[in-house]
């Protein structure tokens, strides 16, 4: 939601127009969204007695029936477009389905889409919803750790064109996002691995009291899914509650005065300076939590050596990532890989390497200056250590698999994939070599639209991209 005040002046051949757009949206922390006692939701839709929602299928699949049930008990008459949701599936194709959804609906100005989802349908019908009339409004309820604490704390919305990924996008502000943790139940071990990474970004660059949280619970944040299964004491989901809430205020507070990304000094890049080429040299790309885990050991250590974090900081760090089974190298991180990486960042940073290091743990500095004999010094170093870590330092369920790449539908009901993650037999995502998702073709697509997560793009052939958090 926003309005503008502008003014207009006479120039010698014409005139000047200045205007400031106020931009105002709110987060709300509910768990439950869903549950009939809860009007939250509900409240937006009564004038309207109407509602679209845009979809993940497996969403639907475990909360569809919640949600129906939700609005018959308002009076609610609700219309849920489903949509199959990947990385190859964050497409103009998707987003042209979902405007089809809103004309044949006849959505009214002012009236908001509905999207629930993880950072794919939330960016998707995002930017449907940014494109239909121009502009349109909609509400917000993430349901991934990274859609929850991190795609849905921005107003970036994107689709993926021409192998280049979020080529076409916009900045569109949701009127409302509801975070509801409860959605953390059902997802799978590995995204919520993933999204973790993101809060030791944020709060090792920013926030102490957080670092210092997700260092005690670690491994019970990671088992439990933010304390929302299997905390009999609920000792967990209080401290989840602290950590989120605190990890997204820091970064709105980091990025609401930068919400165009015209500065490009960012505290959220930590990590995300040569992760682009770690997530990509993989035959199977790896995770980006992972990425760019590699990116902030290897930065730590860097730091480390120039004294600006303490050895005893620079071990709780790396030991951190460990514990939570994210990677801190991977076999193809060499020299030559630093070099291109690094020489890829410097086109899209304005000529500044800009690499974000805690120092100490809990704020951070940029470094500017250094050198190729630095950077392989410090290498050196990381690869002698990370030796001494479980699996030599690399992460479990590390690499992208079919989940990720919008091939996998997930039909169980709720109650059956809810015991499925209770009884930690969480049904792996198919094969890798048996899933159709992951042959060489596709692979090779994947990593193009990878490749170009950042707004430049990168294009692997020619070795060169920009970047993005
Ligand atoms: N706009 C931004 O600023 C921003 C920031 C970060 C990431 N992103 C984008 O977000 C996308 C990644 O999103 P993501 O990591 O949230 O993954 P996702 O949306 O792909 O979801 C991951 C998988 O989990 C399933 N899933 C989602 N929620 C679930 C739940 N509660 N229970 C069970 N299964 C569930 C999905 O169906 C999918 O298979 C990328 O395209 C990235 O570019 C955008
Ligand atoms: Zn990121």
């Known amino acids: 939601m926003s309005d503008l005040s502008a003014s207009v002046a006479e120039t010698a051949h014409g005139f000047h127009v200045t205007g400031y757009e106020k931009i105002e949206?709110?987060?709300?922390?509910?768990?439950?969204?869903?549950?009939?006692?809860?009007?939250?939701?509900?409240?937006?839709?009564?004038?309207?007695?109407?509602?679209?929602?845009?979809?993940?299928?497996?969403?639907?699949?475990?909360?569809?029936?919640?949600?129906?049930?939700?609005?018959?008990h308002y009076g609610i008459s609700l219309k849920i477009h489903k949509t199959m949701i990947g990385e190859k599936a964050k497409s103009l194709e998707t987003f042209t389905e979902i405007v089809d959804s809103m004309t044949d609906f006849g959505i009214i100005r002012k009236e908001p889409v509905l999207v629930v989802g993880g950072g794919l349908v939330t960016d998707v019908a995002g930017f449907a919803c940014a494109a239909y009339r121009r502009n349109t409004n909609y509400i917000r309820i993430p349901t991934t750790v990274i859609g929850l604490i991190d795609a849905s704390v921005s107003i970036k919305v994107a689709v993926n064109y021409g192998n280049y990924k979020n080529r076409l996008g916009a900045y569109h502000a949701p009127m409302h996002t509801l975070l509801d943790f409860n959605f953390l139940r059902t997802l799978p071990v590995g995204q919520v691995r993933n999204g973790f990474a993101e809060l030791i970004k944020i709060s090792s660059c920013a926030h102490i009291r957080t670092f210092d949280l997700l260092d005690e619970f670690c491994e019970r944040l990671?088992?439990?899914?933010?304390?929302?299964?299997?905390?009999?004491?609920?000792?967990?989901?209080?401290?989840?509650?602290?950590?989120?809430?605190?990890?997204?205020?820091?970064?709105?507070?980091?990025?609401?005065?930068?919400?165009?990304?015209?500065?490009?000094?960012?505290?959220?890049?930590?990590?995300?300076?040569?992760?682009?080429?770690?997530?990509?040299?993989?035959?199977?790309?790896?995770?980006?939590?992972?990425?760019?885990?590699?990116?902030?050991?290897?930065?730590?250590?860097?730091?480390?050596?120039?004294?600006?974090?303490?050895?005893?900081?620079?071990?709780?760090?790396?030991?951190?990532?460990?514990?939570?089974?994210?990677?801190?190298?991977?076999?193809?991180?060499?020299?030559?890989?630093?070099?291109k990486a690094t020489k890829a960042i410097l086109k899209t940073r304005d000529g500044l390497l800009r690499a974000v290091v805690p120092a100490p743990l809990g704020k951070c500095t940029f470094l500017n200056d250094v050198t190729a004999e630095e950077m392989n010094a410090a290498l050196r170093r990381h690869k002698e250590l990370v030796k001494q870590y479980p699996r030599q330092g690399e992460g479990i369920d590390a690499f992208v698999d079919s989940s990720d790449t919008g091939y996998t539908v997930n039909s169980a009901p709720l109650e059956e994939t809810l015991h499925r993650v209770d009884?930690?037999?969480?049904?792996?995502?198919?094969?890798?070599?048996?899933?159709?998702?992951?042959?060489?073709?596709?692979?090779?697509?994947?990593?193009?639209?990878?490749?170009?997560?950042?707004?430049?793009?990168?294009?692997?052939?020619?070795?060169?991209?920009?970047?993005?958090?």
């Open 222 to 339: 990671i088992e439990t899914h933010f304390g929302r299964i299997n905390d009999t004491t609920g000792e967990v989901k209080k401290v989840a509650d602290e950590i989120n809430r605190a990890g997204i205020y820091e970064m709105l507070k980091l990025e609401a005065p930068n919400l165009h990304e015209i500065g490009l000094d960012r505290v959220i890049a930590y990590g995300h300076t040569w992760s682009p080429l770690h997530e990509l040299s993989p035959k199977v790309p790896l995770r980006h939590g992972h990425a760019i885990s590699i990116d902030m050991a290897y930065s730590a250590t860097l730091a480390n050596r120039r004294g600006l974090l303490s050895d005893d900081e620079h071990r709780r760090l790396l030991n951190l990532f460990s514990r939570a089974g994210l990677s801190i190298d991977h076999h193809l991180f060499d020299e030559d890989m630093l070099d």
């Open 423 to 469: 009884s930690k037999h969480e049904a792996k995502h198919e094969d890798n070599k048996n899933h159709p998702s992951t042959s060489n073709t596709f692979i090779s697509n994947l990593k193009e639209v990878i490749a170009n997560r950042y707004p430049h793009g990168y294009h692997i052939v020619e070795q060169e991209w920009a970047e993005s958090t």
């Open 25 to 72: 949206y709110d987060f709300t922390f509910l768990d439950g969204v869903f549950n009939l006692e809860n009007p939250q939701l509900a409240n937006y839709y009564t004038q309207w007695r109407r509602c679209l929602a845009i979809m993940d299928l497996n969403i639907f699949n475990l909360y569809g029936s919640d949600m129906t049930r939700y609005f018959e």
